[in-house]
């Protein structure tokens, strides 16, 4: 499983100098937006390379995002949008953020709608109920993605050895994660079991429990279903079958947004889908 930590920025940006008087830089907005997922796929808009560009004049920043198709589903990409926005305003120094959306159906009515700070609703309100929000699709993703990275986080520590009894008994407390060596650490009664490649994983799990607002305290189940309930005893083969059926639904959405991404910007990927700085909007 890609972990939402491991990131491409453009090395025109990354090569820049920090400022030194307090002024925003194209690095630390690439660095702000850069946990900003694609809520089907769950992976960075920046690793997926569907960041187009980021423009930096003084105070005011401005991201442009491209998406696979032309047809890519408006509220899907309302969302990415509001999430690439509040991210870009949490760089200190930024006074106004600006999104723009390129090639998409609904691009003038996202970017309108976006930078005028209204919701989904609003913004396609002869379209949509005057109430609709994104919150209810953004958890519903989010929960995805626990399920996601939950699985393969269990089908490593099954490799390894541990059975469904040790598995069920473990707290949160026993998982730990290096992501720098991409490590993951169990700690079980027979001692400590080191996951090799498994680190960047075993952390996206620990924050999709922490945004799905699931129990963080030391002794808390750490193998739960999305609403925190523990594994049942024998459970686990059903457990899963679910998990995996939602992981592999995601893994082939995945493969075939990037192929369409590809073949639309002609070869584009994560280092490549940036433009010059001279390209026009």
Same mark, same amino acid.
Request: with cysteine.
């Given at each position: ?10 090395? +025109? ?10 002024? =925003? *830089?194209?690095?630390?907005?690439? %660095? ?24 930096? $004049?003084?105070?005011? =920043? &401005? #991201? ?10 408006? $509220? ?17 120094? #930024?006074? @106004? ?9 609904? %691009?003038?009515?996202?970017t309108a709608g976006i930078n005028a700070g209204r919701s989904f609703g609003e913004a396609f309100e002869a379209e949509t109920p005057g109430d609709a929000d994104l919150e209810q699709? +953004?958890? *519903?993703? !989010? ?9 393969? !986080?269990?089908?490593r520590m099954l490799k390894a050895g541990l059975d469904e009894e040790i598995i069920a008994a473990l707290h949160v407390a026993d998982l730990s994660a290096d992501e720098d060596s991409?490590?993951?650490? =169990?700690? &079980?009664?027979?001692? =400590? /079991? ?5 680190? +960047? ?10 945004? !799905?607002?699931? @129990? ?5 189940? !750490? /193998? &739960? ?9 024998g459970g686990l083969a059903d457990f899963l079958r679910r998990s995996r059926a939602v992981r592999l639904n995601i893994m082939f959405n995945t493969a075939m947004c990037k192929s369409?991404?590809? &073949? ?6 994560? %280092? ?10």
């Open positions: 499983m890609q972990s939402d930590r491991s990131l491409v920025i453009p090395a +025109r940006a990354a090569a820049m100098p920090e400022a030194r008087d307090g002024s =925003v *830089t194209e690095a630390q907005v690439y %660095e702000a937006i850069a946990a900003v997922l694609d809520p089907e796929l769950d992976e960075s808009l920046l690793k997926l390379g569907f960041i187009d560009r980021v423009e930096v $004049n003084g105070p005011d =920043v &401005t #991201v442009v995002f491209k998406l696979p198709t032309y047809w890519c589903a408006p $509220n899907f990409a309302y969302l990415m949008a509001s999430d690439l926005r509040a991210s870009a305003y949490q760089v200190l120094g #930024v006074r @106004s953020a600006r999104v723009v959306l390129l090639d998409h159906c609904a %691009e003038e009515e996202i699709l +953004r958890r *519903t993703f !989010l929960r995805k993605g626990f399920l996601m990275r939950q699985d393969t !986080l269990l089908r991409d490590e993951a650490f =169990v700690a &079980t009664p027979g001692g =400590v /079991i080191r996951l090799q490649g498994a680190g +960047r994983g075993a952390s996206g799990y620990l924050r999709k429990r922490r945004a !799905l607002g699931l @129990s963080q305290i030391a002794d808390a189940p !750490l /193998i &739960t279903d999305d609403s925190g309930q523990p594994l049942a005893p369409l991404f590809r &073949t639309r910007y002609q070869g584009a990927g994560a %280092e490549e889908a940036h433009r010059d700085e001279g390209d026009d909007i």
